[in-house]
């Protein structure tokens, strides 16, 4: 069975200052690690997907990278507009073609 | 309208009621999903259709029934609930299943009394 293990739950950072987000997972052939953005009381908001160990993204202040066992999403000079909850999702190769696993997620907040 | 598009946003409900959450999306995609996220626990799957096919039912009660008309629309009916599926209904979208992007609404916040 597919797991997705995020640390830490919460995160509070001030303006400016750089951190990472830890997704760890087991899975059976990974076919996509997919990070996403959730504000409070919305839906998720697709961020990247990782395909391979060595894959890296990136996107205005957030690179994702992947290995073949974790992936991290880094935080550069972070804005309070970053605050959110940020999800991580697996699909495995077993199995089902449309389930994505998710970690329960880590809550940031960047403070001004 | 772009997107995907979930209505109503929140709804109180009784144990006894029947009621409807609507999700359309305007994306093109052939495959929809349902998912319920709780309190303190990962986004759980509950429902996937494919070309207006139902492909995983991961058992969900029957309390809960979904019906996908088309590859736009997707209804999830609810009745005689407990308060404990008191949570934020999510649907989403994506073109195919392999290693695809789902693209969510932004949910229906639903209470049962």
């Known amino acids: 069975e597919d797991q997705v293990t995020q640390s830490p739950e919460a995160l509070r950072l001030q303006e400016g200052e750089s951190s990472s987000l830890n997704c760890s997972y087991t899975v059976s052939g990974l076919r996509g690690l997919f990070w996403y953005r959730q504000d409070p009381g919305k839906g998720p908001e697709f961020l990247f997907t990782?395909?391979?160990a060595g894959e890296e993204k990136e996107k205005e202040r957030l690179k994702a990278t992947l290995t073949k066992k974790e992936s991290f999403l880094h935080i550069t000079a972070p804005k309070p507009e970053d605050s959110a909850t940020y999800l991580c999702?697996?699909?495995?190769?077993?199995?089902?073609?449309?389930?994505?696993?998710f970690g329960k997620g880590t809550l940031l907040t960047v403070n001004p | 309208e772009t997107g995907v598009t979930q209505t109503p946003r929140h709804l109180v409900m009784g144990m006894t009621n029947k009621k409807s959450l609507k999700c359309e999306q305007h994306?093109?995609?052939?495959?929809m999903y349902w998912y319920k996220q709780s309190a303190k626990k990962p986004l759980e799957l509950m429902f996937v259709y494919s070309l207006e096919e139902r492909v995983e039912n991961n058992s969900v009660p029957s309390r809960f029934s979904p019906e996908c008309p088309n590859s736009s629309h997707l209804f999830l009916h609810l009745h005689t609930l407990q308060p404990e599926d008191s949570a934020l209904y999510l649907c989403a979208s994506s073109q195919g299943g392999y290693g695809n992007i789902q693209y969510f609404g932004a949910g229906t916040r639903l209470s049962v009394l």
């Open positions: 999702a697996v699909r495995g190769g077993g199995g089902s073609n449309y389930k994505l696993t």
């Open positions: 994306l093109g995609h052939n495959a």
């Open positions: 990782l395909y391979s």
